[in-house]
């Protein structure tokens, strides 16, 4: 049986404004990893915003193809609208 590892960890240098660092040593939390998050998550959201972009005109089309000839396989509760 194999374990997956965890993702290695890199020291990095950041700079974050020192009220909001003093807010998160008084709560106990742990910036290294609250900054991991927060990356974590701009990260996820610009790589949404550049798919939808780059896939804009596929949807527009799909939606399109929708608008004018309906859903192939309507969901059942569709009728209870």
């Known amino acids: 049986m194999t374990y997956s590892q965890p993702p290695r960890r890199k020291r990095v240098n950041l700079t ?5 660092l003093q807010d998160a040593k008084d709560l106990g939390l742990n910036a290294s990893r609250a900054a991991e998050a927060g990356i974590e998550e701009a990260v996820r959201e610009e790589k949404g ?3 939808k ?3 804009r005109e596929a949807i527009e ?3 399109e193809r929708i608008r004018r000839e309906g859903l192939l396989l309507p969901p059942p ?5």
């Open 16 to 20: 974050v404004r020192e009220d909001i």
């Open 61 to 63: 089309a799909h939606n």
């Open 53 to 55: 972009e780059e896939n």
């Open 77 to 81: 509760w569709l009728d209870e609208i």
């Open 49 to 51: 915003r550049r798919w």
